[in-house]
């Protein structure tokens, strides 16, 4: 009974790269949520997909952030040009439905250098 | 101000005691609230789920929430040195975002 997975678990990329962060949501959830957790602060709401939709990003910066949920696959979370304030964890969390409760992967915490 | 206030501690008991952990919120509209449990480097763990008001047990955990006070507790008994961890609060209005407290970071001692 798999739980929400993440990978990579640990990423390190130099100013001006690309992140990809990905998520496979558990079993039979296909609501995905992405949230940002800042050393000493709390979680940080991104965005919300469901299967090839985007929900609410109303968290998400915009501009270098994006995120995608495809029919097949994980949910990808994308960021283009990293800079050192991009350093954090990022979790994604999945549920059932909008009304359930989320459930929350490992994390990759992402290094810029 | 913080749509969730939560105090960071640490807080620091004995084995055994009995823990309140609590945050306020100034956001009427929320109605789902949840406590996550967080070990250092670790993914936040869900503990507790409720809606609306009243209280919710499940074994040594007891979640109250208090609507009209915007103030909602997690009370943890006979503590382990295993809860030592960071302990978020969580809310929601429409079921979509969860927004969080900072975390409260509990230490109990043998």
């Known amino acids: 009974n798999a739980g929400v997975m993440q990978n990579p678990r640990h990423l390190v990329r130099r100013r001006g790269q690309e992140a990809r962060l990905r998520c496979s949501p558990m079993k039979g959830h296909s609501h995905v949520y992405w949230y940002r957790q800042l050393p000493e602060e709390g979680l940080k709401f991104m965005v919300y997909l469901q299967k090839e939709n985007i929900i609410d990003e109303s968290g998400m910066p915009k501009e270098r952030f994006s995120a995608e949920f495809p029919k097949e696959g994980p949910s990808i979370l994308r960021i283009q040009q990293v800079v050192r304030g991009d350093s954090a964890a990022y979790f994604c969390?999945?549920?059932?439905?909008?009304?359930?409760?989320?459930?929350f992967g490992p994390g990759t915490r992402l290094t810029v250098t | 101000q913080k749509e969730v206030e939560q105090d960071p501690g640490p807080l620091s008991v004995p084995e055994g005691a009995i823990v309140s952990l609590n945050c306020t919120y100034s956001?009427?509209?929320?109605?789902?609230f949840m406590w996550y449990r967080q070990y250092s480097r670790k993914g936040p763990e869900l503990l507790m789920y409720?809606?609306?008001?009243g209280n919710k047990e499940d074994g040594r955990f007891t979640a109250q929430v208090d609507k009209s006070s915007k103030y909602i507790s997690l009370f943890i008994r006979d503590s382990q040195p295993s809860d030592s961890a960071t302990y978020l609060c969580?809310?929601?209005?429409?079921?979509?975002?969860?927004?969080f407290g900072t975390g409260t970071r509990l230490q109990v001692f043998p």
């Open positions: 956001n009427s509209a929320f109605q789902y």
């Open positions: 969580a809310m929601s209005s429409n079921t979509d975002k969860l927004i």
């Open positions: 969390a999945s549920s059932s439905s909008p009304a359930y409760e989320q459930y």
């Open positions: 409720t809606y609306s008001s």
